[in-house]
């Protein structure tokens, strides 16, 4: 699913204008993000949370020239379903 299907969904059922519910998308992601680049996390209950995980710093490989290198810590953005949403994949998407 794409992000233009998202928002085609979205006007179907409310009979909203695509170019409204898409300015609403768009603003909920840059909100998102925004907040992740603060150092804050994200709640939406029921749904989960957008949050900044720290990877520790560790040694790497280039297998190209066969040497070992630094690979230093930084901060990636997660995401951590809620325990509903969680259930409810488990409970109806079938295993492949």
Request: proline residues 3%.
């Amino acid at each position: 699913m794409t992000k233009a299907d998202i928002v085609t969904k979205i006007s179907d059922k409310l009979g909203i204008e695509k170019n409204d519910v898409l300015a609403t998308v768009e603003t909920l992601m840059a909100e998102v993000k925004y907040s992740l680049e603060s150092g804050d996390n994200v709640y939406l209950r029921g749904f989960g949370s957008f949050i900044v995980k720290t990877r520790a710093e560790k040694t790497g490989r280039n297998i190209l020239k066969n040497t070992t290198i630094l690979i230093p810590a930084h901060n990636i953005p997660a995401f951590k379903p809620a325990k509903v949403f969680l259930e409810a994949i488990k409970a109806n998407v079938e295993v492949k």
